[in-house]
């Protein structure tokens, strides 16, 4: 599918989520055993006047949460799959106001990282009684869509603390259907 075909039909709430291209890419994948290393939800705006298209609230390492339209998520990370919320009592409109609400916050800590997604290093950090959230005032992609859904009144299985949530994690949720591939 491409973008031009299925972005009309693309809704608030939705999620985009991305395999990657970059090394960083591959090590977060690998890391968090996701064929995903990142998850963005979808917001229906007019930033650019251009009329309401579809961008992605995005958090990337070392960058602060931005709304990005979703043709240049594409262009930066290749391919993406889109998800749409199949949730019937959710709230899009919640979920996206949560989802912008994280603009402008920074990226989550290394230390989050390795404290949320690796099996060993969770155990270690159990141990120790190291807080499942490090830096609460800072974010990761899966986290946003863990808590804008739960926002909108739809939980993700297992019920993790949205600090501890992966792209692998919101891609297996059954609040979504996997509806396909977008390219440009």
């Not at 985009?16 to 705006?45: E, K, M, Q, Y």
Request: charged share 20%; hydrophobic share 40%; net charge positive.
């Amino acid at each position: 599918m491409n973008l031009e075909s299925i972005g009309p039909g693309m809704q608030d709430g939705d999620l985009i989520l991305c395999r990657g291209r970059s090394l960083t890419s591959l090590l977060i994948r690998w890391w968090t055993t996701s064929p995903f290393c990142h998850v963005g939800v979808i917001v229906l705006d007019n930033v650019d006047g251009k009329g309401y298209r579809p961008h992605s609230v995005e958090a990337h390492i070392f960058r602060k949460v931005t709304l990005v339209p979703l043709e240049k998520v594409i262009r930066e990370m290749g391919p993406v799959d889109y998800f749409a919320l199949a949730c019937p009592n959710a709230d899009r409109h919640k979920i996206a106001m949560t989802a912008l609400s994280y603009v402008g916050k920074r990226y989550a800590p290394l230390l989050q990282f390795l404290r949320s997604f690796s099996i060993a290093s969770r155990w270690v950090f159990d141990l120790l009684r190291v807080s499942d959230d490090i830096a609460p005032g800072r974010t990761h992609c899966s986290e946003i869509a863990a808590a804008s859904l739960a926002a909108g009144g739809c939980e993700l299985e297992g019920g993790k603390d949205p600090a501890k949530v992966t792209p692998g994690d919101v891609a297996l949720s059954i609040c979504y259907q996997r509806r396909g591939m977008v390219t440009l």
